[in-house]
């Protein structure tokens, strides 16, 4: 089984600031046969279920705003808030897709304000 | 618009059987490629991937929960049910459904249902 391993495990990043969560996988989770990464990001805020923010490792999701972005290839990946706001902070999951039907997340990583 | 609501037992005893339903609408379980999974979170613990059931009558299992899983579905009902049998307190948790389109992402998801062990 691919293992999903996200750092930090919690982030204070201030209000206007830059916040960057990592992944990484035990495999490579980029498919050879489409040079895609089987990679999705979601934020789950306090009492709700997960969303899905990001897929391919940088695709946004429809309705994401532009400040999420999503970089990276084969075993590292990174999610990039350009501009933390108060309504970012959430719990960020990292999901792993290329040894589909059998998936797997990280173990999150806990984002608030400094 | 896509909808999906999980019900069941909020509590359980131990070595019981959980039967959950989701209950889903604004697509369809017969439309090729469509995949229902289900996915757990321990309080204040991370997501952990249970099972899924695509349009073909496919089934999908985490490795380490399959001798207790089973899912199946009801297309005429718009329904998937996850059965897990032989519970455990450690298996409290919320419970979601979600839908996957086929590409191994899950774009919509329900609310949870919350689901206790204990004696």
């Known amino acids: 089984d691919i293992v999903m391993t996200q750092s930090p495990a919690s982030l204070a990043v201030s209000l206007g600031e830059r916040a960057t969560i990592n992944c990484k996988s035990s495999q490579t989770v980029l498919h050879g046969s489409n040079n895609k990464d089987y990679l999705a990001w979601y934020q789950q805020k306090a009492g709700q279920p997960p969303k899905l923010l990001i897929y391919g490792a940088s695709t946004r999701e429809s309705g994401v705003p532009d400040r999420f972005s999503g970089s990276g290839s084969g075993t590292d990946f990174t999610l990039t808030i350009s501009s933390l706001q108060a309504e970012d902070v959430a719990v960020y999951y990292c999901?792993?897709?290329?040894?589909?039907?059998?998936?797997?997340f990280g173990q999150g990583t806990k984002l608030e304000i400094k | 618009q896509v909808t999906l609501r999980e019900s069941g037992p909020a509590l359980v005893k131990p070595t019981q059987t959980l039967t959950l339903t989701c209950t889903f609408s604004g697509f369809s379980l017969s439309t090729t490629g469509m995949y229902v999974t289900w996915v757990r979170q321990p309080p204040g613990k991370a997501l952990e991937w249970l099972a899924l059931i695509d349009s073909d009558d496919d089934k999908y299992y985490n490795t380490s929960l399959k001798t207790r899983l089973t899912i199946a579905k009801d297309t005429s009902k718009n329904q998937v049910v996850l059965t897990l049998t032989d519970m455990d307190p450690v298996d409290t948790a919320t419970y979601y459904c979600?839908?996957?389109?086929?590409?191994?992402?899950?774009?919509?998801w329900g609310q949870g249902a919350r689901v206790t062990v204990s004696s």
């Open positions: 999901q792993q897709y290329h040894s589909t039907p059998v998936y797997s």
């Open positions: 979600a839908r996957d389109e086929g590409y191994g992402y899950f774009d919509s």
